[in-house]
């Protein structure tokens, strides 16, 4: 099954409200990494996190790493248009296989 | 973005014939994917490779085989298709493996009828 989980799959904001999307791993990460798939396109990088408990800011986005390298957020502060689309965990389980989570679509309402 | 074309874009076709999926990339990046995204599930890995010859499969890989002659190309392959393989499928390829950042292809949708 799905080794790579994300909550909630979908999400619809007023625009200017804050967005959360949250992913867990059932194992260990050395690493995990976030993409945006913008509505018809392909994903694409936004950010790396490597140590434990890291915390690493993009303008309005936050992403956070959690202490045992399991769990990962990213935290969206008031929203606009232009971040519609759906958000993206991933991994490295084995190897150097990328496990990506489910995904979170994000719907921002004018 | 990194040079990576996938080819067919669009493809319909039907069950029991095969299809092949080419991801052709520029960049002279070792690590190609494979993944397949259908609603609710993302972006699971089919198959991947690690260089020249050397492939391992990913987490739905029954179906599917892959192969990769020259460091540029990598090739997917339903052998027999199924109405379960219509989906949109992505390459993309890492010049760093797990260290690195994954470049996506514009994506190929098969449909099978």
């Known amino acids: 099954g799905q080794q790579v989980m994300q909550i909630p799959q979908y999400q619809h904001v007023q625009e200017g409200e804050d967005f959360t999307t949250y992913c867990n791993s059932s194992?260990?990460?050395?690493?995990i990494q976030w993409y945006k798939q913008r509505p018809g396109g392909h994903p694409v990088f936004l950010i790396q996190?490597?140590?434990?408990?890291e915390v690493k800011k993009q303008k309005r986005l936050t992403f956070q790493f959690g202490e045992a390298k399991k769990n990962s957020s990213l935290h969206i502060t008031a929203t606009q248009t232009t971040d519609v689309g759906t958000y993206f965990c991933?991994?490295?389980?084995?190897?150097?296989?990328?496990?990506f989570g489910t995904g979170t679509s994000l719907t921002v309402i004018p | 973005d990194a040079g990576i074309t996938q080819s067919p874009r669009h493809k319909v076709t039907e069950t029991g014939t095969p299809v092949t999926l080419r991801c052709h990339q520029t960049?002279?990046?070792?690590?190609m994917y494979w993944y397949r995204q259908d609603p609710g599930h993302g972006l699971r890995l089919i198959h991947y490779?690690?260089?020249?010859?050397?492939?391992d499969k990913g987490e739905v890989s029954d179906g599917y085989s892959v192969s990769r002659s020259k460091t540029e190309d990598f090739l997917l392959t339903l052998e027999s298709a199924t109405s379960s393989q219509t989906s949109v499928y992505f390459c993309?390829?890492?010049?760093?493996?797990?260290?690195?950042?994954?470049?996506f292809g514009e994506g190929s949708r098969l449909t099978v009828l």
């Open positions: 960049e002279n990046h070792r690590y």
């Open positions: 490779s690690y260089g020249v010859k050397d492939t």
């Open positions: 993309a390829t890492s010049g760093t493996g797990d260290t690195g950042e994954l470049f």
């Open positions: 194992t260990t990460l050395s690493n």
């Open positions: 996190l490597v140590k434990s408990g």
């Open positions: 991933a991994g490295p389980l084995t190897g150097n296989q990328f496990y």
